[in-house]
Structures are given as structure tokens and as C-alpha cells.
Antibody, heavy 115, light 107 residues
Framework: QVQLVQSGAEVKKPGASVKVSCKTS????????INWVRQATGQGLEWMGW????????GYAQKFQGRVTMTRITSISTAFMELSGLTSEDTAVYYC????????WGQGTLVTVSS | DIQMTQSPSSLSASVGDRVTITCRAS??????LAWYQQKPGKVPKLLIY???TLQSGVPSRFSGSGSGTDFTLTISSLQPEDVATYYC?????????FGQGTKVEIK
């Protein structure tokens, strides 16, 4: 079965970077886009960007341009999202999500930014 | 960028009621629209894609319609387990923006 398993919760200080991983299984990793979506507590879903795991091409929401980097290692079917220059506003659950429309989501990774 | 606007932001209805949520795109997106349901503390669940195609396993009381700029999610007979927040999302091109969400409660 299709699975997306994300790395564990992180606590970071303001100004730091965080890198979240998303290990996939149950399908051909290079056949579907990986999106990253975040959700602050009590807030809506916010699309951050996408990556084509085959080509490595990416597209980022303007809000995150210059701060986010999405990469992958195809040999281990794993995608990564790195966000730099963290502030308290980046405290949220971060999800990886497969495909243009998304039947498969990771379990979410809580990133807490606090001094 | 294309904006996605949902209405209402919240609603309260009785069990068995027909519930309609709308999603409007600021520019045409053909039928590249998905609807998700998210219950508190849970991962979003895909309900509908391509504006009107029901995802496998989703109850038939959920339906979607629309094309271009105006879309609708309908729950034909609201059930207690449908209490959740519902989001639309465009996926014609990046950014694959979500609507702000509609919270559905039982009256």
C-alpha cells in the first residue's frame, strides 16, 4: 500500500533551518509529484510548493521563495523539504502529499520555533 | 496568482440536511479542482477530484460540480461523522492554492 512516512517533530530556534523528510513506499516514487503543505494550529492548509521527483524540478509559493528548498534522493524514494530563516510564524505541522490531487498524505511533522 | 475563495466560512446544519459549500477561483481553472475533508487532529482526506469525480471509498452523499471559476461541494444528507472542515484546492498549475476552509457543524 502507498505510504508516506515523515520524520519526527522538531524544535528550532528563530533563525535556524529545519529539514523534514518524507519516505515513500508502495508506488514508483518518480511517477508522482510531491507537494509540501503546512498548517498552523487552528489555521487552514497552506500549500508551500511541489517537486517532480523524476526531474527534480520544483515550484514554490511566492511566500516561501528564497527560504524553502525541496529535494529528493530517488534511490531511497525520499523527498525533503528544508525551510530556513525560521520565525515563530513557521510553527506548524508540515505535510508531504503525493500527486496533483492528493489521496495520500504523510502523517505530518510538527515544527516548533521557539527561543 | 489565482485566489480560491470558499463560502461560507462556517455553517451549522441539522442531521439529514442538504449542505452546499462553494469555492470560487479568481480566474478559470477548468475542472482542476479537488475537495478535502479534515477532522480535528487528522490528516486531510481527499473527497473529490476533477471537480466532480468521487474518490474511491467516499460515501455517495458527497458530490461536486462546477467548472471554470465556480465550484460546489454538496453533502446530500448531513451525517454526524461529516463534522469537519472542508477545503477546495486548485491544481491546474502552481501555486496549487487551497481555499480558506469551511467548518461544518451539527445544529
Amino acid at each position: 500500500q502507498v505510504q508516506l512516512v515523515q520524520s519526527g517533530a522538531e524544535v528550532k530556534k528563530p533563525g535556524a533551518s529545519v529539514k523534514v523528510s518524507c519516505k515513500t513506499s508502495g508506488y514508483t516514487f518518480t511517477s508522482y509529484d510531491i507537494n509540501w503543505v503546512r498548517q498552523a494550529t487552528g489555521q487552514g492548509l497552506e500549500w508551500m510548493g511541489w517537486m517532480n521527483p523524476d526531474s527534480g524540478n520544483t515550484g514554490y509559493a511566492q511566500k516561501f521563495q528564497g527560504r524553502v528548498t525541496m529535494t529528493r534522493i530517488t534511490s531511497i524514494s525520499t523527498a525533503f523539504m528544508e525551510l530556513s530563516g525560521l520565525t515563530s510564524e513557521d510553527t506548524a505541522v508540515y505535510y508531504c502529499a503525493r500527486g496533483r490531487w492528493v489521496p495520500y498524505w504523510g502523517q505530518g511533522t510538527l515544527v516548533t520555533v521557539s527561543s | 496568482d489565482i485566489q480560491m475563495t470558499q463560502s461560507p466560512s462556517s455553517l451549522s446544519a441539522s442531521v439529514g440536511d442538504r449542505v452546499t459549500i462553494t469555492c470560487r477561483a479568481s480566474q478559470g481553472i477548468s475542472n482542476y479542482l479537488a475537495w478535502y475533508q479534515q477532522k480535528p487532529g487528522k490528516v486531510p482526506k481527499l473527497l473529490i477530484y476533477a471537480a466532480s469525480t468521487l474518490q474511491s471509498g467516499v460515501p455517495s452523499r458527497f458530490s461536486g460540480s462546477g467548472s471554470g471559476t465556480d465550484f460546489t461541494l454538496t453533502i446530500s444528507s448531513l451525517q454526524p461523522e461529516d463534522v469537519a472542515t472542508y477545503y477546495c484546492q486548485k491544481y491546474d498549475s502552481a501555486p496549487r492554492t487551497f481555499g480558506q476552509g469551511t467548518k461544518v457543524e451539527i445544529k
